[in-house]
């Protein structure tokens, strides 16, 4: 068994998830389907961090080499959503979903961005059009008021998400699963010619349901890998928890064993 856990610093933690860690944490010691591994969520809030981009785009690739450089922050959670908007002009991104633009439409509301773009940066939520200028690795955070534990055992991952006094009343989440080291030599379009490296590349988006928070009922969920990965290209499975109301991340953690 592995026990991952992006803590920084000691604290006190919730009653329900020292409860519910004890379950994750025997659930390992007795798989034996393969090696299971855990991690917890640490004290403070996981950076989010989205970008928006598109291999059919010639202004991406500085964005796509920043969004590399967080692979240096083991604490913040990256998501690279190839948006599929570009793949008309001559140039099909592999990575590309209609699924992504939609999300980057929907999260206008929530960001403050008055319409959709590449790259576009978002940082918790927010739109970072100075993204260039952000410092990495990201600053220290705010208490978290939601804790976070995940265990995976083969290719089922399991989460528990404890919510603390301090927690939205309603919460919502999604799952992506992100793939590294990717290359791709662009035959045509705006990037003809150029070789571009992708990393935390989203292959796997879900949507998890809101419900109501409360502290002394934490939510278990599950997600099923789609199928085996490939090692020249690591996965981590990230769950990112947002408040129901406002579509703002309130924590994140991912998992990469």
């Known amino acids: 068994m592995k026990l991952f856990s992006l803590?920084?610093?000691?604290?006190?933690?919730?009653?329900?998830?020292?409860?519910a860690m004890a379950g994750l944490t025997?659930?390992?010691?007795?798989?034996?389907?393969?090696?299971?591994?855990?991690?917890?969520?640490?004290?403070?809030?996981?950076?989010v961090v989205e970008l928006y981009t598109s291999e059919g785009c010639n202004s991406c690739p500085p964005a796509d080499r920043w969004m590399s450089?967080?692979?240096?922050?083991?604490?913040v959670v990256a998501l690279a959503f190839h948006v599929d908007y570009w793949d008309r002009l001559g140039w099909k991104d592999r990575f590309s979903s209609a699924a992504f633009t939609d999300r980057q439409a929907t999260q206008q509301t929530v960001n403050g961005a008055r319409f959709s773009y590449t790259p576009q940066v978002v940082v918790d939520g927010q739109d970072r059009k100075d993204w260039p200028s952000l410092a990495t690795p990201i600053a220290e955070?705010?208490?978290?008021p939601v804790e976070l534990a995940l265990a995976r055992e083969g290719e089922h991952?399991?989460?528990t998400v404890v919510a603390t006094p301090r927690a939205p009343k309603r919460l919502a989440?999604?799952?992506a699963v992100t793939e590294q080291n990717h290359v791709t030599s662009v035959k045509a379009g705006?990037?003809?010619?150029?070789?571009l490296h992708h990393d935390f590349v989203v292959r796997e988006y879900r949507l998890v349901a809101a419900w109501t928070a409360s502290p002394d009922a934490p939510r278990?969920?599950?997600?099923?890998?789609?199928?085996?990965?490939?090692a020249a290209h690591p996965r981590l499975v990230n769950l990112v928890v947002v408040d129901a109301e406002t579509g703002r991340p309130v924590q994140a953690l991912k998992i990469g064993c």
Do not use: I
């Open 7 to 19: 803590e920084l610093r000691p604290a006190r933690r919730n009653p329900a998830l020292a409860v």
């Open 26 to 47: 025997a659930f390992a010691q007795t798989s034996h389907a393969g090696e299971a591994c855990l991690a917890r969520s640490a004290a403070t809030v996981t950076p």
């Open 69 to 75: 450089r967080l692979k240096a922050d083991p604490n």
């Open 141 to 144: 955070r705010a208490t978290a």
């Open 157 to 159: 991952v399991t989460a």
């Open 173 to 175: 989440a999604y799952w």
């Open 190 to 195: 705006e990037n003809q010619g150029v070789t």
């Open 220 to 230: 278990t969920l599950g997600f099923d890998l789609p199928g085996a990965g490939d």
